[in-house]
């Protein structure tokens, strides 16, 4: 049972443009949400996180957006670069330490 | 400081052998975790350290152990490995348990069982 889910494998973005990737839960317990970047031959790296307390949190480039009610979430990179390039994981915990991945998300920022 | 190391960097196995994939951090973190990535997955949880002298299992336990003597070291051990654990194995670790304090990742560890 995957209870966070990332539908789309791929995304392909040219350079300059938004990219939005999203992620849905089904664990109604989860109250933080973070996203992880990971590039070839390495180990995921944190990149941004959100509270349920919140709807939005922002970070330079990077805004992630939460919908509670429809136990969605939405990672926006504006504007996209090449060095964008990488694996996007969502992951969610219902507090303390668990975390709960998504499957990824492979974006492709194209020149 | 390094973060997070691991070894071996990959490793391939036969049907019955053992190992045991490395993990050390230098960060001082109390926390620390084997997660395994199969192809088109999302990371899972394997076993898990609050500190030394102290393990849980994860979601996906069976097959592995861990034991944690210092801080600093937190080693997985298969004991019989089996092609069903063929996988990217990654190390990470966090200051505490709190769902705020990030977690850290090594380069993981690739392995293939035959």
């Known amino acids: 049972d995957q209870q966070v889910k990332q539908n789309s494998p791929s995304l392909s973005v040219q350079e300059g443009r938004i990219s939005i990737l999203n992620c849905d839960y089904t664990?109604?317990?989860?109250?933080?949400f973070l996203w992880y970047k990971k590039y070839p031959a390495e180990g995921p790296t944190f990149l941004i996180s959100i509270s349920s307390i919140k709807d939005k949190n922002e970070d330079g480039r990077f805004t992630v957006f939460l919908n509670k009610s429809a136990k969605h979430l939405s990672l926006h990179i504006v504007p996209s670069q090449p060095g964008d390039s990488a694996v996007y994981f969502c992951?969610?915990?219902?507090?303390?330490?668990?975390?709960?991945f998504g499957t990824g998300t492979q974006l492709k920022v194209e020149l | 400081n390094a973060g997070v190391t691991q070894t071996p960097k990959f490793r391939i196995l036969k049907i019955g052998q053992s190992m045991t994939l490395q993990c050390a951090q230098d960060m001082n973190h109390n926390y620390m975790y084997w997660y395994r990535q199969d192809p088109g997955m999302g990371l899972k949880l394997i076993y898990y350290s609050v500190g030394a002298g102290i393990t849980d299992k994860g979601e996906v336990p069976n097959g592995y152990n861990v034991s944690r003597s210092t801080t600093e070291d937190f080693p997985l051990r298969l004991e019989l490995a089996a092609p069903s654990q063929t996988s990217v194995y990654f190390c990470?670790?966090?200051?505490?348990?709190?769902?705020?304090?990030?977690?850290?990742f090594g380069p993981g560890t690739r392995l293939t069982v035959l």
């Open positions: 664990n109604s317990m989860f109250d933080y």
């Open positions: 990470a670790s966090s200051r505490s348990g709190s769902s705020y304090n990030e977690q850290f």
């Open positions: 992951a969610a915990t219902g507090g303390g330490n668990k975390l709960t």
